[in-house]
């Protein structure tokens, strides 16, 4: 693939805040955009919205067909008329990560210069790193700008459920219920070493050039699909790939380049897998997965606490629900178990359950009818106490 | 999950002496109802005296129920988690028909009135006249309703009486500022202001318990 992803081309919904960001890394952006989609309408009172945060290669497009790919949306099962957020009764907004790359600020966007002013070029490896902390600010203020106050639900799988813990923690009073999926309080050294390994294989594209891959109208195609095949081992489980690919073969194509192609075939999960690498440089950019994956590498909330996670959530109102997945080894039930356990430290009003599945850490964007039912009911409860009126 | 689940024995005689337990509790309180099952009292105690009601369950799929209820439950182990919540975080802590199958009834015990102001628990009475009189009769371990599973596969490790309930708290100093003997269906029976009689016709013994 020769030319820059299409995604700077698409315009998405997005609005620009021009009284500057102060990003933890010390760098204040003085313009920040947030593209985010919304579905459902909001009442009369401004109560019932609920923010969904998306996960590392997620993005807004959470339940409508994506304008890149033609796919359905990320959480299509999830979030709609009917479906366990349900936009009948909620509005739901979706915001683009901040450091992202589908319209919200983020590497792919022209840099501003020191006086403000916007550069002809783009950020690329000069963005400054950013944390979950300045995403959820970002967000915050998009959620302000849309006229609410406070948040019936933060809800969010994997970083997603980063970002709702960092919501519930750092904005308690404009959170009534945070609905952190699949998650972790801090990025594991295992987490932190396979994303280590998709950054080296982007470096090691000679595509990349120093990641300023846009002067010789080249992407790092290769090494980000590498990145992606990784990351995306991480995400399934043993049981779900043999369950869906086992040891089978497949004619290889036509077109191979590897010479150690033994008799013509090929194992169906490497054809899976390069499927999903290739699919996925056409949707992502390379400096923005090089700055979310390192946002969410710094990711450790009970280190911002004093090293206490409980310190965290001390006196929270925030109710809690956190849900695991028995075959997610990426953000496997402990993690969920002691974020649990420091909420009850807190006092806490929290709810802990663990959906048996064999499909891994995807789980949670699969079809998991224990995991929606769950999601369904815990909403209910809560709209019940938050005086939300019945359907 | 190897560990004996008391869940299911629980699950099937749930609902039994909820109603005695309930009337234990003050309005508005805040209760941890541990081994919660489905959730039935907890819902009941937000719905009938708008207590801040929560549960914990160790079984996932009736944790599972309970949330998908709305109802705010947490997967955990009376013997491992109640360590976990800071002191006085309730006004009331409940173990239903639970005592007798957990690994350390004596610490989880004090945890629940560390963690409580008082404590409500309920216990199947093993001194009950028909489990006496089988053990002493046929010289089996007994099965009874309210004692139903075989001995090799009983989740129930800690059988214990109404009386040696009542050496226990005084053994640990708690104040019983409750009690009373009911038959296995919940019934409240007439037995309570004789312990020797509670022993030997209650099915099963509640107690309201609290610091001295």
Redesign the interface.
Known sequence: MDQPAASTDLIHTHVTFDDGIALECGTTLRRHTVAYRTYGALNEDHSNAILVCHALTGDQYVAETHPITGKPGWWESVVGPGLPIDTNRFFVVCPNVLGGCMGSTGPLCRRENPDGTESAEPWGTDFPPVTVRDMVRAQKRLVEHLGIDRLFAVIGGSMGGMQALQWAAQYPDHVFAALPIAAASYHSAQNIAFHEVGRQAIFADPDWHNGRYWEKHRLPARGLAVARMCAHITYLSEEALTRKFGRRLQCAPKDSTEAINLFGDMFEVESYLRHQGSAFVQRFDANSYLTITRAMDYFDLAADSGGDLAEAFKGTAT?F??VSFTSDWLFPTSQSRAI???L????A????????TDKGHDAFLLDEP?FH??L???L???A?HAGLPAL | MSAPDPVRFLAKNMRVDLALIAGMIAPRSRVLDIGCGDGFLIDHLFQTKGCDARGIEIDMAQVTQAVAHGLPVMQGDADTDLAHYPDDAFDYVVLSRALQAVERPREVLAQMLRIGTRAVVSFPNFGHWQVRWQLLATGRMPMTPAWDRPWYETPNIHPCTIHDFFSLCEQEGYVIERWLAADDGGRRAPWTRFLMLANIFGEQGVFLLRRR
């Open positions: 109710r629900l956190l649990a356990r420091a009850n430290r807190a006092g009003n929290v709810s802990f359950v663990e959906i048996p224990d039912r769950t369904a009911g815990f209910r409860g809560c019940m």
